[in-house]
Each structure stands twice: as structure tokens, then as C-alpha cells.
């Protein structure tokens, strides 16, 4: 029997242009800008992953880190329910 090669598989990755709108502006996420935060949330109420908002490893560390304050604060929910 003769043996077929493995196939190589190519993953396709979603390339996001990575430019942070923190540090355009200068300014740093906040657990009080929940109008904000929500941007960066899944519909499910995950927080997103840096490679598809785009935003350097200083402020994602510091996003989630707001993100986590707000719902410990009741600002935003810990969970989505669907409907």
C-alpha cells in the first residue's frame, strides 16, 4: 500500500488593521464609560480578544480590567441571556 502525503491545511486568519483608539487619544479605559466598554463586548457578554478589537496589549490588559470593575459595580452584566 502505497502511502498518500499529509495534507497541509492553510488556516485563514481574519487580519485586523491594529490601531488603538486609546492610544490615538491618550486616554485609558474606564469602568464608568460603560457606553464604551460595551463596544468591546460579545453579544454573549464575552470580552473580545485583542486580534479582533485591535487595541495594543497595554490597553486590552487595562480594558478588561474595567470591563471586570463595571460588572463587579452592576454597570454591566456578568452574562447575556438570549432571547
Do not use: W
Amino acid at each position: 500500500m502505497a502511502r498518500s502525503k499529509p495534507v497541509r491545511r492553510i488556516r485563514k486568519r481574519i487580519i485586523r488593521i491594529k490601531n488603538c483608539p486609546y492610544c490615538k487619544l491618550k486616554s485609558e479605559p474606564d469602568y464608568k464609560d460603560t457606553e464604551n466598554l460595551k463596544h468591546y463586548l460579545s453579544e454573549r457578554g464575552k470580552i473580545l480578544p485583542r486580534s479582533l478589537t485591535g487595541i495594543c496589549q497595554k490597553h486590552q490588559l487595562r480594558l478588561s480590567r474595567s470591563i471586570k470593575q463595571a460588572r463587579f459595580m452592576a454597570f454591566l452584566p456578568f452574562i447575556v441571556k438570549p432571547s
